[in-house]
């Protein structure tokens, strides 16, 4: 969570609130109605909070000014390759080496998700790739689900604009060009779903800052179509294409590879949490879901608990089966905290209490090895790098807060039960300089 949204909200008041569920949540559990309410206040009194809660509705804006239909519609599905990258050293088809005199923020390669679907643009050059019509392509290759399936497309839209070359073209796959690969689509397709869950999650968190259930619902559309197009998801089949999207190098993942879908894990996680109270006063959700559901047949969404059953059964669920399989595994830290923040969120006596079991278990996610064996005295682990060996100390503090504030696990405290992990909070000051700057060690 943003250190921001933290400072905005109260302790823990819980606050069991009724939805007539079937299932056992029901409530949200790590913001609460009255930590809701405090939050509300707080924009209202200080400064610096109403402006953090601005900068948040100015992002997410342009997403809510979409249609319901057109956000559903947007997310692709398994089929459609991902990959963190166009390409990796060739630089552009059209500037080459030359690209990389471009700034690089996060890449070299620039999207406009909303007004340039299916592109992406050479930061250098300015070219957009690729030269086909890559979109109308991608719907004539969906199927009577909605999801994308690859080499189904109409074979027309892979003909280049007029004057460009051939080459330049992307069914999905990739184009080649003299023997070398760019993943024009693939690398969209990765950044539609990266801006999405960023989207879900700060929908989420204006939510709580304004109590707005107009954002509340936007991000309940969003975890809903996730929920539809989840468990087929499965990177390996990209790997295997020559794409990459931190595996690590296994080849393992889901959405992302194995190591940034503990990222997947934690915002639709949290955004389910944050706006669960709203689901059984959404009318226009319901009424929205079991028409797409009826048209594409994706499960009963006739009611408020059949909405909350199908995250929690395809999102929430394989959340925790995917931390268990190790397709979603990251650094020390990353997927016991993406584990914490799902088992929490669905708030099942036994499969959450089982999860967060699975946390302390020699043959789960060790923490206990971990704190006491790979943290050094200061707090860092064994990983090289200031950033690296930070992240079990900055994911476990989130963990340990995680667990202080859900009241129906007691089993374990981070804090109490390992007197280490209290240096993980001053180990910045034994390599900052000045109270500002450290070593640049690593990457």
Known sequence: MHHSTRAVIVPLLVLATGIPMTHAKTSSVLITAEMRKQAVRNCDIYAWARSYRDRLIAQVEPWMALSDEELWRMLPSQDMPRDAAVN?????????????????SPSRWRVDVLQRPWQVKCAYCGEWFPKNNFPAYYRSALDDQHMFRLGAGDRQFLVPEPGAPTAWTDDGTGATVDGKQWFFAANYAFRLWEKALDVMEKMALVYTLTEDRRYAHKAAVLLDRMADLYPEMDFAPHFKRGMECSTGGSGRGRIQGKIWETWTVQKASLAYDHIYDTLDRDAELTEFASRMSSAYSTGDKSSPPAIARHIETHLLREFIAGVRDGRIRGNPGMHHYAMACAAIALDDPAASSEALDWLFAANGGAIPFILRERLAR??????????YAAIPARTFSKTAEFLRRYPAYSKRDLYRDFPKFRVCFTMGASVRMLDCYSPNWGD
């Open 378 to 387: 200061e707090g860092f682990s064994d990983e090289a790098a200031l950033g």
């Open 88 to 104: 990796r050293g060739d630089g552009c088809p059209k500037c080459g080496q030359d690209h990389y005199k471009a700034p690089y």
